[in-house]
């Protein structure tokens, strides 16, 4: 479904290059969760971040079923993004002054490709689905961490993402909160087939993905 080819990422730091990405091959499978594990440093968020089309690689290709989207100008691949990819972040991103429902509508009214009505109803089933049926005309302000993540997966899903990509979603929440939203997720891949790319330091948040693999040092170990 997505394929990297030889990603390599470098930065500037002053004089020097700073090499966060070093030749990484790597392939995402269509309805499967693929787990991205390292310590801090490892260079986890750069390559999502890439995958995602958030940031362009230094070298190498990056093919969305088979078309190679790493060449892309800012605009087109804002496009991409919008029309077949979701985030969840660790640091949940909602806009303050947007109720629940306004913020899961954004990306649909941004795209504006159905109509508020028909966008309203669909955020509205999405949060039904993540529990905040009785929350959607509250401001972020008013909900806890885990019911802000919970408005931003169904933000993530309004565009009805072909990949749901997660960096550190429990990382900004306690074990309890964690759980539910790991169990959120999952079930969005059992009951969607939906394609999830979880980014994590905490081993134990994939150990049941459908496949795991270790970065180090820009590197994936196996």
Not at 10 to 20: I, M
Not at 67 to 77: F, G, N, Q, V
Not at 134 to 155: D, I, W
Request: proline share 3%; net charge positive.
């Amino acid at each position: 479904m997505l394929n990297a080819a030889n990603l390599f990422k470098e930065y500037k730091v002053g004089l020097n290059k700073l090499n966060v990405l070093k030749g990484i091959d790597l392939t995402v499978k269509k309805g499967e969760i693929l787990g991205i594990v390292g310590p801090s440093g490892a260079g986890k968020s750069t390559l999502l971040h890439i995958l995602g089309g958030l940031d362009e690689p230094t070298s190498g290709m990056i093919t969305l079923e088979g078309k190679d989207i790493s060449a892309l100008k800012d605009r087109e691949r804002a496009q991409l993004r919008n029309r077949h990819f979701g985030f969840v972040f660790q640091f949940y991103h909602l806009l303050p002054e947007f109720s629940a429902i306004e913020n899961v509508m954004l990306p649909a009214v941004i795209r504006n490709s159905e109509t508020k009505t028909k966008i309203r109803s669909k955020a509205s089933d999405l949060l039904n689905r993540c529990g905040l049926s009785e929350r959607l005309h509250h401001r972020p302000s008013e909900l806890s961490g885990g019911e802000q993540q919970r408005v931003a997966v169904a933000r993530a899903l309004i565009n009805t993402p072909k990949i749901l990509f997660c960096d550190e979603p429990t990382g900004n929440l306690d074990t309890a909160t964690g759980l539910q939203i790991k169990n959120l997720l999952w079930k969005l891949n059992r009951d969607f087939n939906m394609t999830l790319v979880v980014v994590t330091h905490d081993n134990e948040l994939v150990k049941d993905a459908t496949r795991v693999v270790r970065l180090k040092d820009g590197v994936i170990l196996n």
